[in-house]
């Protein structure tokens, strides 16, 4: 089946570690997305990517990388420059288009704690 | 002032109530619209697309005011499983000009649905 996949589910980090949280799909999605959300939060943008080696920063960037080598394939690290990672992310992806609507599929997320 | 502002409620409303949503953009380059839903602790997962023509898929009706900038979802007969955040997604035009490419999600609507 087509999909988005987040792994792992949860995720528990110590402080000062890095860590890298995955996101792959299968549905030819050529735009992807990190978003973050704390309890009772709407969704904030972290980056997001239109093309394969190419990604831009969202509103909230300080603090995590990202790289796009393929197209199915779109992992957050969250450095220990985020000083308050501890959060529930989101990968989504989509086909960009001009003058169509196209929708966005998510992964599962990944709740990720810093003990 | 925020790209994308919903007022986040809780609305509370009996069985079998109408119960109306509205959402406001910024940017009048957006280029598609989106209703989700998500549920607590889950990712969000699509509600409907919102057309110019307006568009109605059982219950749930959808309106696009591009001249004022606002979205509107209107559920009809709610029922108790209707209760969760309703999401207002925009999604703008291809980078380029004033455009991101961003998707961009409101805060969310809390819809409580009592007995």
């Known amino acids: 089946d087509g999909g988005i996949t987040q792994s792992p589910k949860y995720l528990f980090r110590k402080e000062g570690q890095n860590v890298t949280l995955s996101c792959e799909q299968n549905?030819?999605?050529?735009?992807m997305y990190w978003y973050r959300q704390d309890p009772g939060q709407g969704l904030r943008l972290i980056y997001y990517s239109q093309i394969v080696n190419d990604f831009q920063k969202g509103d909230i960037a300080e603090g995590y990388s990202v790289s796009r080598e393929k197209k199915e394939s779109f992992p957050l690290t969250v450095t220990s420059a985020q000083k308050n990672p501890t959060a529930f992310y989101l990968c989504?992806?989509?086909?960009?288009?001009?003058?169509?609507?196209?929708?966005?599929?998510f992964g599962q997320g990944t709740r990720l704690t810093v003990v | 002032r925020k790209e994308v502002e919903q007022d986040p409620g809780p609305f509370n409303v009996p069985e079998g109530a109408t119960v109306a949503f509205n959402c406001t953009y910024s940017n009048s380059a957006s280029q598609s619209f989106f209703w989700y839903r998500q549920d607590c602790r889950k990712e969000p997962k699509l509600l409907m697309s919102v057309y110019s023509s307006g568009n109605e898929d059982g219950r749930f009706t959808a309106q696009l005011n591009r001249a004022s900038q606002y979205i509107s979802l209107l559920i009809r007969d709610s029922k108790l499983s209707d209760s969760a955040t309703y999401l207002c997604?925009?999604?703008?035009?291809?980078?380029?000009?004033?455009?991101?490419?961003?998707?961009?999600f409101g805060q969310g609507t809390t819809l409580q649905v009592k007995p």
């Open positions: 549905l030819n999605h050529d735009a």
């Open positions: 997604v925009v999604k703008e035009g291809p980078i380029g000009s004033s455009n991101t490419g961003k998707l961009i």
């Open positions: 989504a992806s989509s086909i960009p288009g001009q003058g169509v609507v196209r929708t966005a599929f």
